[in-house]
């Protein structure tokens, strides 16, 4: 699963899943769909703020006081299902409220009152499931610098993809791939870039095709190295996986702490 501060966790193909028309609406309105998953993850980025800065009070338990633990950062927070979908129901929200704005037709009003509602529940649905958490978050990786080197190999076209990995081995979620044409008698080679203070190194995901790139590496390739792809080396293997999951769960208040 994606870290929130990943970004948006859902794709403009999540929306138009829900929503058919979504594309037609946006073309005719003038309205940028990205635009509108970027604000409605900056929205609710202000509402997990203020669950993480909220007071937490001392719990009593067979009368030992029992605390609620250490300080948890936004950067922990994983992107669980019932978060995905209020991410997803609040874009659209407000890609229907411009539309109707923008024109004022009654049918836009519907759509923006009804997803309205269903960000309403999935905001409810988050909240009853509560915080999904990391204890060390790991963070997406940016999209592989791809090179070549000086190799006895036939050339093609190969795509990699790298995941940073922590002290316990755990991978954040896989970058974005790149790809590169590599010419007979070359070898690919994979660069990172960014690297985070807690990744211990990285993972290479490569192949000939998207859907084909298997994990290249038996342990993590330190962040200041680069990997050589030799095509055919390794033909089978894990997929680039999803990220982190949840470490543990924190549950969610429905109202306002008060002293």
Same mark, same amino acid.
């Given at each position: 699963m994606a870290l929130f501060v990943d970004g948006p966790a859902c794709t403009i193909n999540d929306l138009t899943d829900q929503d058919a028309d979504l594309l037609d609406v946006a073309l005719t309105n003038n309205i940028n769909v990205s635009t509108k $998953? =970027? $604000?409605? &993850? /900056? /929205?609710? =980025?202000t509402d997990l703020h203020l669950w993480l800065n909220r007071p937490r009070p001392a719990l009593y338990q067979?009368? $030992? /006081? &029992?605390l609620w633990g250490a300080a948890l950062r936004i950067e922990q927070i994983v992107v669980t299902p019932p978060l995905k979908r209020w991410e997803a129901m609040h874009a659209l929200a407000l890609v229907y409220r411009d539309a109707y704005f923008s024109q004022l037709v009654d049918r836009y009003q519907a759509k923006w009152q009804e997803y309205g509602k269903l960000t309403g529940d999935a905001r409810e649905s988050f909240v009853a499931s509560g915080l999904g958490l990391v204890s060390d978050p790991v963070i997406q990786a940016a999209p592989p610098v791809l090179s070549t080197t000086p190799g006895p190999q036939k050339g093609g076209e190969f795509y990699a993809s790298v995941t940073w990995v922590n002290s316990t081995n755990q991978e954040g979620t896989p970058s974005y791939a790149s790809s590169i044409t590599v010419a007979d008698g070359n070898l690919m080679t994979v660069g990172v870039t960014g690297a985070p203070a807690n990744a211990v190194g990285f993972n290479v995901y490569a192949g000939a095709s998207l859907t084909a790139m298997f $994990?290249? +590496? +038996?342990v993590p390739i330190p962040s200041g190295a680069t990997y050589e792809y030799v095509p055919g080396q390794i033909a089978q293997g894990p997929l680039p996986g999803i990220g982190q999951t949840p470490d543990f769960m924190r549950p969610l208040a429905r109202t306002i702490l008060r002293g």
């Open positions: $998953l =970027r $604000l409605a &993850v /900056e /929205e609710i =980025r067979a009368g $030992l /006081e &029992v $994990l290249q +590496n +038996n």
